[in-house]
């Protein structure tokens, strides 16, 4: 293992295993930490990561054998279906995504978002906004010996690159995807609770139709209900869980095969496809879909690789899951080759009678637990969506303890509940669930392999012919499943289609209807001539305080700014243009996140922050935002003067730089938590330290403690103080613009944001009309900017704009 790699399984498990407390520098203890270390990821990722695929044996013979297929009078046909699971198993599962994509992560992080923003960094694809040439100057931007800058591009990336109308259909495929994958985790947990419950009808004696869906539905909401109340808090037993699992599965498979069929071994040769294929014709072929549910699950390999990194997910899958997985599927196969009337319950079946209510119990633990973790895949799925601006902004809840850095959004929580009673109650058939169900994991899949055909070629820098070979060999395969999921189509597999399709909508509406809303600010955008000749005071009366305008524009003052002053002719001594972005990369150092600018000449006072986050990052309402950005604007002031203040950008606003990786960062400006309760206003000051007097009369000092006592987002926050530290300063300006600065932050901030209301044009075709309104109603509906900034709503300005696009 790498110390590359050991890095990597750092951020995995910084909660268990601290890799930065090494207390030598011994080979032999470094190999047995990483060893360690290795082994716990590898038990961790067996409770999240391998639910789904795990829990396949409990439906994937039922819906192999189901249909004209129900009533099977030759062995032969067992032993094809059982070498057509091990080849699905061991070319998809073991092959494709264990070998080969495992390889293709962006800085660690895996999924189609990860794809799609490793092809963005890479080629002209991306269609995010506020691009900056400085953006590639990033850590993160460029992946080590990945670096494409001194080769040739290939004739893919030009032809990409050259037609305009390439970038939204890539966009548009990978939407697809994530549609699916948030189709996949609705329709899961309805398959796997009701194959897990379906067991009662052997011992209990359920003859009862309607009492199998009724009692999944009502697992079905204590499982959502638990991952609203915290399933973090269990999180712990999932490993456990799916540990007892595989143990029991891989016995009983050992068992059957000993027992029922020593033969069954004959089946690994691909002899026995032909044979099963020669013997149901046209009926094996439409119920191909159903060996496919053998590796649905696979996908979660690659797309929840950030959490555990490839070693511990190797390691995991090859040397547990997939002999387990073969073992069973093999004695499930020994057992049906000699009571073939037992198909239709093939699972529970097959299960000794001493063992039946064990392996029950630990089979409908492991239904919830495999549905767990892919609820909290689909709501990372959502979470990346958004930060590529193709989702309307939910609320998104970090409370994960057992596994660094996953999301819970109530609003697709709730979505997802009312989905899976719907496929449950709808349905009541986890055969027909099932065609729906492997529909909506094919695609993913088939979405995943041309995106890894244009990753091999575009970003590894191989040639085009590796690129199509690895197309056609994956892709055929499940092109081939899915000619037998459209004979399914009336029987469920509708089902995905018509959701993602609702999801596209949306998705695809949000995105265009931001992108013309981002291109309308930077077509209205003030002139920087025309501020200039309004002079330091801007033509208005400059109060003491700390103006943040929010704008989604990098360069240029928004129209927003000057729309407010002709109504108010009134504003702050300082003036910071707040800029929250996304970048192509997964995550950004927090030393690298803040970008600071001047904008205008010195006396003017108006600086320029933009805030770089990646698709995996999450706005902490730990950080003081306003306080980092005041000791952030600091560094640039005395870093400016001492002539290092960044590149040049491409701007008439001036210099930015990224002023955390300066060593005499934090250094400038003295910082300190005030007592509860002290008046901001106090003229004390630490030893060392200028004295800087508030400008607030006492009428407003009582004022705002009033606000403050009546307001309990202001009372809760820590009260910090700012000193300006007594130093000699070549340039008297510095000192001067550095006393300002804290005497603005002194005064208090107000937050500007604008509230906009936007409408199509009344000439616009339908279909663009369509799109407008609906995003705008999305607008209107979905969560507020400011609840996501976590602005306090006694600091906030909202400023009206109405957007005709």
Not at 664 to 673: C, Q
Request: a positive charge; one cysteine or more.
């Amino acid at each position: 293992m790498s110390s590359d790699d050991a890095d990597r399984d750092n951020r995995g498990s910084s909660t268990v295993i601290p890799y930065g407390s090494r207390r030598g520098s011994s080979a032999m203890v470094d190999g047995k930490f990483q060893r360690k270390a290795l082994l716990f990821l590898a038990y961790q990722s067996l409770g999240y990561m391998f639910g789904d695929l795990s829990a396949s044996p409990l439906y994937v013979y039922q819906s192999v054998f189901s249909g004209k297929l129900q009533h099977v009078q030759n062995e032969d046909v067992i032993f094809g279906a059982f070498s057509l699971i091990f080849w699905t198993l061991s070319l998809i599962s073991l092959l494709k995504y264990a070998i080969i994509m495992l390889n293709a992560d962006d800085n660690g992080e895996g999924g189609i978002i990860a794809l799609y923003s490793h092809l963005c960094r890479n080629a002209k694809f991306c269609l995010l906004p506020n691009h900056q040439a400085s953006d590639e100057e990033l850590s993160a931007y460029h992946k080590p010996g990945c670096s494409n800058r001194n080769i040739s591009p290939s004739p893919l990336k030009r032809f990409v690159e050259k037609h305009k109308r390439s970038k939204p259909a890539l966009l548009l495929f990978v939407l697809l995807g994530a549609c699916m994958a948030i189709c996949v985790g609705a329709l899961m947990p309805a398959i796997s609770v009701l194959s897990s419950v379906e067991g009662l009808k052997i011992e209990a004696k359920i003859t009862n139709n309607s009492m199998i869906p009724l009692i999944s539905c009502v697992l079905l909401v204590g499982l959502f209900v638990l991952q609203h109340r915290g399933a973090d808090k269990v999180a712990f037993m999932f490993p456990p869980i799916m540990i007892l699992w595989l143990l029991s599965i891989f016995s009983v498979g050992i068992y059957n095969v000993i027992k029922w069929n020593p033969t069954v071994y004959k089946a690994l040769s691909p002899y026995y496809i032909y044979k099963f294929f020669s013997v149901t014709g046209k009926d094996g072929w439409a119920n191909l879909g159903g060996v496919f549910l053998c590796v649905t699950g696979t996908e979660a390999m690659f797309a929840d690789l950030g959490y555990y990194r490839q070693a511990p997910i190797r390691v995991s899958f090859c040397c547990v899951i997939y002999p387990c997985l073969v073992l069973q599927y093999m004695g499930q196969a020994a057992f049906l080759s000699k009571n073939l009337s037992a198909v239709p319950i093939s699972f529970y079946a097959s299960i000794p009678d001493f063992l039946f209510w064990p392996v029950f119990v630990v089979a409908t633990l492991v239904a919830i637990v495999a549905s767990q973790a892919v609820i909290s895949s689909t709501f990372s799925i959502v979470q990346q969506c958004h930060a590529f601006e193709c989702f309307p902004r939910v609320k998104a809840v970090h409370s994960r303890r057992w596994i660094h850095g996953q999301t819970f959004i109530p609003e697709i929580n709730w979505v997802l509940l009312i989905i899976s009673l719907a496929m449950t109650v709808g349905f009541g058939d986890k055969n027909h669930i099932g065609y729906a169900y492997g529909t909506a994991s094919l695609i993913v899949m088939f979405v995943t392999t041309w995106l890894t055909s244009l990753v091999i070629n575009i970003v590894w820098n191989q040639s085009l012919l590796l690129a199509i070979a690895f197309l056609l060999f994956f892709g055929s395969i499940e092109v081939l499943f899915l000619s037998s999921y459209f004979m399914k189509i009336p029987k469920g597999g509708w089902v995905p289609l018509v959701l993602s399709a609702l999801f596209m909508v949306v998705m695809y509406a949000w995105h265009y209807g931001s992108r013309k809303k981002y291109l309308f600010d930077m077509h209205n955008k003030v002139s920087m001539k025309w501020i200039l000749t309004l002079g330091p005071s801007l033509g208005i009366v400059r109060v003491p305080g700390l103006g943040l305008i929010y704008t989604e524009l990098a360069t240029g003052i928004p129209a927003s700014f000057t729309h407010f002053l002709t109504n108010l002719p009134a504003f702050y001594q300082v003036v910071i243009f707040v800029c929250i972005k996304t970048v192509p990369v997964p995550s950004v150092p927090h030393k690298e996140r803040y970008l600071i600018g001047r904008v205008g000449p010195k006396s003017f006072r108006l600086y320029r922050c933009i805030v770089r986050n990646g698709y995996k990052d999450v706005y902490s309402h730990e950080i003081d935002f306003e306080n980092e950005l005041v000791m952030s604007i600091a560094e640039y002031i005395q870093l400016e003067a001492e002539g290092c203040s960044g590149s040049q950008e491409g701007s008439v606003d001036g210099r930015m730089a990224v002023v955390r990786t300066s060593g005499k960062f934090g250094t400038r400006l003295l910082m300190s938590e005030s007592a509860s309760g002290a008046e901001e206003g106090s003229s004390t000051s630490l030893p060392g330290t200028l004295t800087v007097a508030s400008s607030k009369s006492p009428a407003l000092k009582k004022l705002q403690a009033m606000y403050e006592q009546e307001s309990p987002e202001l009372n809760n926050r820590r009260r910090i103080r700012f000193e300006l530290i007594n130093t000699i300063y070549k340039d008297p300006r510095v000192k001067e613009e550095l006393m300002e600065l804290v005497e603005a932050k002194r005064a208090g901030a107000a937050y500007v944001i604008g509230h906009s209301h936007v409408k199509a044009k009344w000439n616009s075709s339908f279909l663009k009309q369509f799109t407008i309104n609906l995003y705008s109603f999305l607008r209107k509906n979905c969560r507020s900017p400011a609840v996501g900034l976590n602005i306090p709503h006694i600091c906030l300005i909202k400023v009206g704009m109405n957007y005709h696009v």
